[in-house]
């Protein structure tokens, strides 16, 4: 629904129009039939992962036909682009929906994520896999070349040598990405979006959150003043559970 409003707001004066389907709002029986309308008319089709991997596999597809007419459409030879939005999802090569989608034989791929990947270089492959089949490597030689040289010159015991090979072999993967990724920061969309503004309401406790306040401080009080032993004076600090006890209070004043 998201993309579906996203075309309409920024391709309403595109002559001809671009026509957009949105798969959900079609029922089950007649979503093979709006699929090959769309890909013999052309337009974009827009569809979640889970229903992709569901119909390119023909689940709850009655007939061999319609399974063959749905693979086509989704899979061989498939749409003329294929634009993948929250790409993160792709980090595991091993999931069904990953397996499903290294299938597809169009060669013009997008992928879409505003979600780092936690500089997880390995999560880092299967996307770029997905985009560059075989650009890379197999995955083990990929971790030979570039996971476990820049990993081991991460490590705060790292010698000399691991550092200068880490970096030499970061510079070699950032080159071999630099053409096909596009990292977009902020600023891109400052000029579109609203200004924002944050505002901090100060609202006195009532005269029950007043006297709930009071009384589990008190309490905590009269706990620590009884720990007097110097010998597990440490060991009651630790029982000072700060956090937990924010927590408790903040339930109180809210």
């Known amino acids: 629904l998201n993309w579906t409003n996203e075309f309409e707001y920024w391709l309403n004066d595109i002559e001809p129009p671009v026509d957009n389907y949105q798969l959900t709002t079609i029922k089950a029986n007649l979503r093979v039939t709006h699929l090959n309308y769309w890909y013999e008319h052309g337009g974009v089709m827009i569809m979640g992962y889970e229903m992709y991997r569901r119909l390119a596999n023909g689940f709850g597809l009655k007939s061999k036909k319609i399974k063959a007419q749905a693979y086509k459409c989704l899979v061989d030879p498939g749409p003329d682009i294929i634009v993948a939005d929250e790409g993160h999802i792709l980090k595991n090569s091993q999931t069904a929906l990953a397996k499903c989608l290294t299938k597809i034989k169009t060669y013009r791929r997008i992928v879409l ?83 924002k503004f944050e505002y901090i309401i100060n609202i006195r406790l009532s005269d029950l959150q007043t006297t709930l306040y009071d009384s589990y401080l008190k309490r905590q009080g009269n706990l620590l003043q009884q720990q007097q032993n110097p010998a597990t004076a440490k060991k009651d600090f630790k029982s000072v559970k700060l956090f937990a006890d924010y927590q408790y209070l903040q339930k109180i004043w809210t």
């Open 113 to 195: 994520t505003g979600t780092p990947l936690q500089n997880n270089l390995i999560e880092y492959y299967c996307m770029v896999s997905f985009i560059k089949p075989n650009l890379l490597g197999s995955q083990q030689e990929y971790v030979n070349r570039f996971v476990n040289p820049i990993q081991n010159g991460q490590h705060r015991d790292s010698n000399e040598a691991d550092v200068r090979l880490m970096k030499r072999r970061a510079c070699v993967l950032h080159e071999l990405l630099t053409g096909f990724i596009d990292r977009k920061d902020y600023g891109l969309l400052r000029d579109y979006l609203p200004p």
